[in-house]
């Protein structure tokens, strides 16, 4: 399964995703309930959400353990790199609402026994 995404410059990508990042999308889907526009994430009016909807803060990080997998690549001059992938992040948002400001915290988890931890190359554009 894959989604399109508009990133900036509206530039369209598509994008694939984890069977566990489908599900909870369509999870999303059933408990949003029906709009009037394409969008998967509407702001309390079922209008596409814009910068402006969060318009204060948006933060988020990874939460590292030391049983979390590490990557280990190549980089410029055949030099190793190694680096933590986490399985859980916390995000923050502080977002206008029609009472004011509200802060929303979450812990995110993925779960990542189906990733094959192989490198890949992005190619230039």
């Known amino acids: 399964?894959?989604?399109?995404?508009?990133?900036?410059?509206?530039?369209?990508?598509?994008?694939?995703?984890?069977?566990?990042?489908?599900?909870?999308?369509?999870?999303?889907l059933a408990v949003r309930g029906r709009v009037a526009v394409p969008e998967m994430f509407v702001n309390g009016r079922g209008e596409p959400l814009?910068?402006?909807?969060?318009?204060?803060a948006y933060s988020q990080g990874p939460i590292l353990k030391e049983t979390d997998d590490i990557f280990v690549g190549k980089g410029d001059g055949n030099t190793t790199l190694r680096a933590r992938i986490p399985v859980r992040f916390w995000k923050v948002i502080v977002a206008k609402v029609e009472e004011g400001v509200a802060a929303h915290g979450f812990i995110l988890e993925q779960d990542l026994s189906d990733v094959a931890w192989e490198e890949f190359v992005v190619p230039e554009e």
């Open 50 to 56: 814009s910068r402006w909807d969060f318009a204060y």
């Open 1 to 28: 399964m894959s989604i399109r995404v508009l990133g900036k410059g509206r530039r369209e990508r598509t994008l694939p995703l984890w069977r566990t990042t489908a599900a909870a999308l369509r999870a999303w």
